[in-house]
């Protein structure tokens, strides 16, 4: 009876979000207070330093401006502008410490450009060694740093970028601050004590004493038991930068607590159940949901997230909710507290026009890099077997929408279809033992010849799936996409893993990869789909190189 009660409250949930607006979630005068403090200190800094109050030095000017730029890259990926994160004092200080500590590494790249025809003079053989000796270090050290190999080419890569803009506005000429590497050190780290300094008094003071409740989010819980009173207990302690409006239930007869009748919840009251929720968010500015209910039904959170998540507004939950995430991801925290977060970025509609161009530029450059590749494995895929060089498959995409995939055929043109049909049923249907089968994946199939079994290991047959990628039809990263079959056995939340374009590598080639059973796959996939970005894409493009070389889940 219970159950069927739960499912009742989640329909007439579900005819409850077609109503609810989207939210926008406005960049806060609280960010824009610390980017600008931030930005002032280094420039200003930097500018009494090197030009000694000269304001006619134009080109010394920008150069001094722009230097700001690497000095600050990493405040955002550090969480510097984030309410979570940064209320703590300690951590405050310590997150200031890693964001410099990797803006020195962009800065030792920018002057090693700068200095690089004076290295070797010239020498070809040279740098041809240092550039194969620096590809191999990265390399070797990308598995033992592996969190930190997307910093190490954001620093590289932002190094590049000021050394061709600088170049673009100032000349050939090398700017003022490269001659003297004593003196930019003393200017940065000024600069940065200055701002750690600043932002201890900005955040501590200011926001969290003299104006914290103008710059508290209101947020939201999900759930009424005893991880909720810990939740609002930890805010109310530790003087963290929310406001909990209230409490919701999953449904009307829950119990208010879990144990001893215990219905104490620090004064927040329980605003009702579910089906309250988005008239809630409607009519109040609320920005971030958190969900402690751990018996919540897997299909009934997806569908939570998914609302909440497409109306622009951060969901939080324990990581016991879906396990595979803690266990194949580095999971986030709410003000201290780990927990998964999904949100997605802020400007979608710039993040899939720059996400295009990406492919367009990356997937032409890989076919032209590689065709001596795809034609030496035509030529031994036309001797080893009869048939075509190419396998079209029809595959299922975003939206649905259908598509021809291509891959090198690693199969004999009459293979039985049935023997990989049988076995996505059971998959999907989780009829195979994951306890038993150690490889969710069909190993030593019949059906695959003699080269295929060789470009399948190193995941060759993939390859031609780039000129999908330059079509538009899949991008380089992104879920894997189906067969027909496949999703016609797919349940309605499975299917939203075709809600956004599908890619040649995911999230869950690199953190399962024939090891974790369909449901897994999909919450890795959807995962990947409610937090992308492109620094996400960019780490997952990387830890597949390394998951090809180590042939890791490939047969």
């Known amino acids: 009876m219970d159950s069927q009660k739960r499912k009742k409250d989640m329909l007439d949930f579900n005819c409850h979000l077609k109503d609810n607006k989207t939210y926008f979630s ?22 009494l330093v090197f030009l000694n109050g000269n304001i006619f030095l134009t080109k010394e000017m920008l150069s001094v401006f722009f230097l700001a730029m690497p000095a600050l890259i990493f405040f955002p990926a550090y969480g510097l502008y984030s309410y979570h994160t940064i209320f703590r004092a300690k951590d405050h200080i310590i997150r200031i410490l890693k964001a410099f500590t990797w803006s020195l590494v962009s800065l030792s ?34 598995r033992f740093i592996a969190d930190y190999l997307a910093h190490l080419v954001i620093a590289i890569g ?26 930019t050190m003393i200017a940065l780290m000024t600069a940065m004590i200055i701002v750690a300094v600043g932002r201890y008094f900005i955040v501590q003071t200011v926001f969290t004493k003299w104006l914290r409740r103008y710059f508290r989010r209101q947020t939201i819980i999900v759930g009424v038991n005893n991880f909720s009173k810990k939740i609002i207990k930890y805010i109310i302690d530790n003087h963290a930068p929310f406001w909990v409006y209230g409490l919701i239930t999953i449904d009307n007869n829950e119990k208010h607590a879990e144990t001893e009748g215990d219905q104490d919840f620090l004064g927040k009251e329980v605003k009702g159940d579910i089906n309250k929720l988005p008239k809630i968010l409607k009519e109040n500015s609320i920005n971030e949901i958190i969900i402690t209910d751990k018996s919540i039904a897997r299909k009934d959170l997806i569908t939570l997230l998914d609302f909440l998540v497409s109306t622009r507004r951060v969901a939080w939950f324990p990581p016991e909710l879906l396990p595979i995430i803690p266990m194949k991801l580095q999971i986030d925290n709410f003000s201290g507290i780990p927990m998964i977060r999904m949100c997605l970025q802020r400007n ?4 899939e026009k720059i996400k295009r161009l990406t492919d367009i530029v990356l997937s032409s450059m890989l076919i032209l890099l590689l065709s001596p590749l795809l034609a030496l494995v035509a030529i031994a895929i036309k001797l080893d077997s009869k048939g075509p060089i190419f396998y079209l498959a029809e595959a299922v995409g975003k939206d649905g929408k259908r598509f021809k995939m291509f891959k090198f055929r ?16 059971k998959f999907i249907k989780g009829e195979i033992d994951k306890e038993k089968e150690k490889v969710l994946k069909i190993t030593d199939d019949p059906r695959v010849t003699k080269v295929g079994r060789i470009i399948r290991r190193l995941s060759i047959d993939e390859l031609p799936q780039l000129f999908n990628v330059f079509k538009g039809d899949m991008s380089l990263v992104g879920p894997r996409p189906c067969l027909p079959y496949e999703y016609e056995l797919y349940k309605d939340w499975h299917r939203k893993r075709n809600s956004v374009v599908p890619g040649i590598t995911g999230l869950w080639q690199i953190a399962g990869r024939s090891e974790v059973d369909f449901e897994e796959m999909i919450l890795l996939d959807l995962y990947y789909i409610y937090n992308r970005n492109l620094l996400m894409d960019l780490a997952i493009l990387f830890e597949t190189i390394f998951v090809v070389l180590q042939m890791e889940g490939a047969y």
């Open 158 to 183: 932002v190094a590049f970028i000021f050394v061709g803009m600088l170049g673009l506005l100032i000349g050939k000429h090398p700017p003022i601050f490269v001659g003297n590497i004593h003196r």
């Open 348 to 351: 979608p509609v710039f993040f």
């Open 26 to 47: 406005p960049f806060s005068l609280y960010q824009l207070a610390l980017f600008l403090y931030d930005i002032l200190v280094f420039v200003i800094v930097l500018y």
């Open 109 to 142: 790249v920018i002057y090693f450009l700068y200095n690089w025809p004076y290295l070797f003079s010239g020498n070809s053989l040279y740098e041809g060694i240092l550039i194969l000796l620096a590809a191999f270090l990265i390399a070797i050290l990308g």
């Open 410 to 425: 690693s199969m004999y043109v009459d293979g039985d279809p049935n023997i990989h049909k049988q076995f996505v049923t």
